[in-house]
């Protein structure tokens, strides 16, 4: 099925560009979309596998990120080495990564390797070796990566926040726990493999310099004979919500707080975004002024919308020192519920020109709008323009944001800390 090309003309920094995107999705199910960028000379590329942590057997946490990790580590006629020596030849940067809906594997090179690169980790994809003498390796990287996440103390605020918030199998954290990296075999990344990397649901993105014909022709000949297998749904279950302390002796305490919005496809996204924008991003945000240039209280703080495919939240996070912890707490609360009062013009003006930058320096980036292209195949089944996106930042005003906050307060907050002394979370968590 091959779906139409979007084009569109928007300004540059010195002249007209049409904007070209294209989507195709091959018989089995994978979807290509791709976004040509001539004034570039490199490319980058980016495959999204539906082989999350989400996808982690009880008893098995952390098996797709130790999946991810093995299946690296040779593939077709490459061991371990070759496959790093090949990639280094041709100048790509590469990249993997677990989150909860996917597996993924990205790469940036010259717009003339772009093709050999694609062929490399397409090989990667359908004929890895899972060698046995690496498997010891591979689990080695699984822990570190494990044992850091619990000596980042914010990380570990944080991930667990997401657990209560979110409960499972979206609120796991993605290494898993230590017994079951201990146990892992090369058949069990196997296994995973065999049931979860697969051509439907797969997204490729690719946005450079290339041809599409020539791009969409090249994918068909390299992943056309990959297969489909059928997967359950994932079961999921309840957010605990509330609060909960971790004791930790250490002289600063940390602080996060969330609390449910609405997800990336909601056509109200961008009034969300943009009050949140207010609370937090730059230094004229009303966070970082209140709670750090005010009143001095933290080093640290921040407010973000996070999205899922089908449910978003806030997630507020700050750091300081363990006699300062409850005047944090209570102002960062105070900060989050006062927004739904409403925003000022000058807030919004200075939100809008911060957006636009981001939009604009996005455009010059092929890796960034590799990633910007599969994100929105995923989350809205089209892509977005870059007018579209300025279009929506211009179309914002306090009264459509102020309209949004009104119909959408802020309730069950979810808040960890973690420090020496446990909190007072008063009125606003039950």
Request: hydrophobic share 35%; aromatic share 8%.
């Amino acid at each position: 099925m091959c779906h139409l090309t979007v084009e569109k003309q928007f300004l540059g920094s010195e002249q007209i560009v049409t904007q070209q995107l294209h989507s195709h999705q091959f018989e089995n199910g994978l979807v290509l979309v791709a976004e040509p960028m001539d004034w570039l000379e490199s490319a980058a590329f980016a495959v999204l596998l539906p082989a999350g942590y989400t996808r982690d057997p009880d008893g098995k946490l952390g098996l797709a990120n130790f999946a991810c990790e093995l299946i690296q580590r040779g593939s077709a006629d490459r061991d371990n080495r070759q496959f790093v020596e090949d990639l280094d030849r041709l100048g790509t940067d590469r990249s993997a990564s677990v989150a909860a809906s996917h597996s993924s594997f990205g790469a940036a090179t010259l717009a003339e390797n772009l093709f050999p690169s694609l062929q490399i980790f397409t090989d990667m994809i359908l004929q890895p070796h899972f060698p046995e003498d690496e498997v010891e390796d591979a689990r080695q990287v699984c822990l570190q990566e494990l044992f850091a996440a619990e000596d980042e103390l914010a990380q570990r605020t944080i991930q667990r926040l997401r657990h209560r918030h979110y409960g499972s199998p979206y609120g796991r954290r993605v290494q898993g726990d230590e017994a079951s990296i201990r146990s892992f075999s090369r058949t069990d990344a196997v296994d995973f493999f065999r049931t979860h990397y697969r051509p439907d649901k797969a997204i490729l993105s690719v946005a450079g310099k290339f041809e599409w014909p020539k791009l969409k022709d090249h994918i068909g000949s390299l992943l056309s004979e990959w297969q489909s297998v059928e997967v359950p749904d994932v079961t999921e279950h309840s957010p605990v919500f509330g609060y909960e302390h971790i004791p930790f002796e250490s002289s600063q305490t940390h602080i996060a707080v969330a609390f449910p919005s609405i997800p990336y496809a909601d056509p109200n996204y961008f009034q969300a975004r943009g009050a949140v924008g207010v609370l937090s991003d730059g230094m004229s945000s009303r966070l970082f002024t209140e709670v750090r240039e005010n009143r001095g209280l933290c080093y640290t703080v921040y407010a973000s919308c996070h999205s899922l495919k089908q449910r978003g939240s806030v997630v507020a996070y700050s750091s300081t020192s363990t006699d300062r912890a409850q005047e944090t707490l209570d102002v960062l609360l105070h900060e989050l519920t006062h927004l739904f009062e409403g925003i000022e013009q000058g807030e919004l003006d200075r939100l809008k020109a911060r957006l636009k930058s981001s939009v604009v320096m996005q455009q010059e980036s092929c890796a960034a709008r590799c990633s910007s292209l599969a994100s929105d195949w995923y989350h809205l089944r089209h892509m977005m323009t870059m007018d579209e996106i300025k279009g929506i930042i211009d179309g914002l005003t306090c009264e459509s944001i102020n309209h949004y906050l009104a119909n959408h307060p802020p309730e069950r907050f979810t808040v960890v800390t973690l420090g020496e002394k446990q909190l007072e979370v008063g009125k606003y968590v039950s």
